[in-house]
């Protein structure tokens, strides 16, 4: 089992940074693939970004790409999403995701959630 705690919402203008924070507990050696998704009311969950073990590989979707940033300390068991130029279409409950086998963009891929921090974004 892996636990999965995020950190970091709130409320920010248009135009502003937030970072959040993963914490991972339990068997996170086994942990492969962790990831970042949002889902806004009357939305489905939609793929943010994703990172690999070793940090070197790296994905984004294209909504956010040049302006999130996705990021892991392992020795930490943390995963971080810095996030510039938000903008209100941002706004969203952020869940982390942990993946035990491979990279996808499908929420139904990944076996652990955590409950997810509200980012606002105001206009």
């Known amino acids: 089992q892996v636990q999965l705690v995020e950190s970091g919402g709130g409320l920010v203008q248009a135009g502003g940074s937030l970072r959040l924070s993963c914490a991972a507990s339990g068997r996170t050696r086994s942990t492969y693939i962790m990831a970042w998704f949002r889902q806004s009311p009357g939305n489905e969950r939609e793929f943010v970004a994703a990172i690999t073990w070793s940090g070197a590989g790296t994905y984004y979707s294209d909504s956010v790409k040049g302006r999130f940033t996705i990021s892991r300390d392992n020795a930490k068991n943390m995963v971080y999403l810095q996030m510039n130029s938000l903008k209100p279409e941002d706004t969203a409950v952020y869940s982390c995701?942990?993946?035990?086998?491979?990279?996808?963009?499908?929420?139904?891929?990944?076996?652990?959630w955590g409950q997810g921090t509200q980012v606002t974004v105001s206009s």
């Open positions: 995701a942990a993946s035990l086998l491979l990279y996808s963009e499908r929420a139904s891929a990944y076996d652990y």
